[in-house]
């Protein structure tokens, strides 16, 4: 596994996360018949909040990004995205395995979605989420405390 870190997101990031969000989301929304260049940038654009996202670096290099928003009972995990060039080395695994050890000390609830047919959801499955729902687009997932 490459060396990684994590660092708190900044207002200037957010170009490089919706040019990233549109790379790595191109295949799947292309699938399901769902992508548009600029609406698939402008939707992180409009969500993008620095306050709840980190940036992921490699080598000290923009590599990716996730973020981890409270929402009343839980926290939703958005916008997790990784350079392709980057993914099956460990690094997706390593940064959520971080996330989701803080929020297991705060015993809190974690859910997001996932694309219909994205490769992401057996990441996901592997660290402990399960199917609450899902439509022709999303899967929504959730995952309680491991104890």
């Known amino acids: 596994m490459a ?5 708190p997101a900044s207002v ?9 969000r549109a790379v790595v989301l191109r295949a799947d929304l292309e699938r399901l018949g769902r992508y548009d260049a600029r609406r698939v940038r402008q939707r992180l654009r409009d969500g993008f909040d620095p306050a709840h996202t980190s940036v992921i670096e490699v080598g000290g290099a923009f590599a990716g990004c996730v973020a981890l928003r409270p929402a009343g ?6 916008h997790f995205y990784l350079a392709p060039h980057l993914q099956g080395q460990g690094i997706g695994s390593g940064v959520l395995r971080e996330l989701l050890e803080r929020c297991d000390r705060g015993d809190v609830l974690v859910r997001l979605n996932v694309l219909q047919g994205s490769p992401a959801r057996r990441l996901y499955e592997r660290h402990g989420f399960t199917t609450e729902t899902e439509d022709p687009v999303d899967v929504f997932m959730v995952r309680r405390r491991c104890r």
């Open 12 to 20: 200037s990031d957010v170009e490089a996360v919706a040019e990233l």
């Open 73 to 78: 009972e839980c926290h939703w995990l958005e």
């Open 3 to 7: 060396d990684w870190e994590i660092r």
